[in-house]
């Protein structure tokens, strides 16, 4: 499989942003609206507030990106509302109790490091136009590390509750109770982060690859970019599902009304 920008797409483009590209991009919200609705998935509506989020969302950042990347502060700013939004995403996923919070901990946890050694070690240059996407992209998968493995971690406790006080009976803490069972379960949740690293260059090519080639870098050069975002979101969504397990056994997070897509 291979993704190359075609002379007729302009400027480098990958797609051309013409009015026919709205056009699809409507028509397929709407098809997996209706095949979420079809299918009985229970995320139709969820699908379809979604997609329009994104539109909202994404004119909104499209309209001040190039006066926030312009300041060094404001892409601070910038990076800790991304922080923020991931935090209460995620959060509100694993449960509607006031524990949500804590998902600060996972993903602070596993962004932080990554950002400092790579600012500490001059490989990312101190500019909004640098710090912002690179941030952007840890966050997002310390996010899905986290609400995945809050979830499947509480729904375990949920629906093995019986083996839980058997395990207290027996003289286990609490804690180690609790991670007997649910460990095994939100572990899954770094399967997605390993099979795109397996399969990348034959089965997908990742957004950072692509937009370097069509940026004008060497394969080269876009494949060690890529390959140290790979490797990178593997340490971040592995910190983050052992923090995660961690708050899950102590019970600062707990197995309240199940979260629901927001």
Do not use: N, Y
């Amino acid at each position: 499989m291979r993704l190359s920008a075609s002379p007729a797409s302009g400027g480098g483009q990958l797609l051309p942003v013409t009015p026919l590209l709205g056009v699809v991009t409507a028509l397929l919200l709407l098809a997996a609206v209706a095949v979420a609705g079809w299918g009985l998935l229970g995320h139709g509506h969820a699908v379809l507030r979604a997609g329009l989020r994104a539109v909202v969302q994404l004119a909104g950042v499209a309209a001040v990106i190039t006066w926030v990347v312009g300041s060094l502060w404001w892409s601070a700013l910038f990076v800790l509302l991304m922080f923020s939004v991931a935090v209460r995403t995620a959060g509100r996923r694993m449960t509607h109790g006031p524990g949500w919070v804590w998902a600060a901990a996972p993903i602070g946890a596993g962004v932080l490091p990554v950002l400092a050694l790579l600012l500490g070690a001059g490989l990312l240059p101190l500019k909004g136009l640098s710090v912002i996407p690179v941030a952007g992209i840890l966050i997002g998968g310390a996010l899905t590390a986290t609400s995945l493995a809050g979830r499947r971690a509480l729904d375990e406790l949920r629906q093995r509750r019986g083996e839980v006080e058997a395990a207290l009976a027996l003289g286990f803490e609490g804690r180690d109770a609790r991670l007997e069972i649910c460990r095994t379960a939100a572990a899954t949740s770094l399967v997605p982060a390993l099979d795109q690293t397996r399969t990348v260059g034959l089965v997908t090519l990742p957004g950072a690859f692509v937009g370097m080639l069509i940026g004008g870098a060497s394969p080269v050069q876009a494949g060690a970019v890529q390959l140290f975002v790979l490797i990178g979101l593997l340490a971040v969504e592995a910190v983050a599902i052992v923090v995660v397990l961690e708050l899950v056994g102590r019970g600062l997070v707990q197995a309240g009304e199940p979260g629901t897509v927001r």
